[in-house]
């Protein structure tokens, strides 16, 4: 079966950096766009980036546009977001997923990760 597995999230102050990886398995990895996804409490869960099942293609909400990059390696079947300039309010679960599609305004994956921590203090 499909899993993906976080890794990567914490604690840290606001201007502060982090890096979430995201290991595949149970698919054919570069066979599939890739992306993250948060949930912050109380809130639904939101599209932060994905990636194009070669990489040449990135995506990125308008949030995080300029302080987030995604990628992938697809030789290690794992996914990346590397987060710079953190704000208070990019605390959230992240989320992995794959599968990861775009149709009537709204991007959805197939197959998720169980999440990981971010928390920015300020």
């Known amino acids: 079966q499909v899993q993906l597995v976080e890794s990567g999230g914490g604690s840290v102050q606001a201007g502060g950096s982090l890096r979430l990886s995201c290991a595949a398995s149970g698919l054919t990895f570069s066979s599939y766009a890739m992306g993250w996804f948060r949930q912050a409490p109380g809130k639904e869960r939101d599209f932060v980036a994905a990636i194009s099942w070669l990489g040449g293609t990135t995506y990125y909400s308008d949030s995080v546009k300029g302080r987030f990059t995604i990628s992938r390696d697809n030789a290690k079947n794992t996914v990346y977001l590397q987060m710079n300039s953190l704000k208070p309010e990019d605390t959230a679960v992240y989320y992995c997923?794959?599968?990861?599609?775009?149709?009537?305004?709204?991007?959805?994956?197939?197959?998720w990760g169980q999440g990981t921590q971010v928390t920015v203090s300020s």
């Open positions: 997923a794959a599968d990861v599609s775009y149709y009537s305004g709204t991007y959805k994956g197939e197959y």
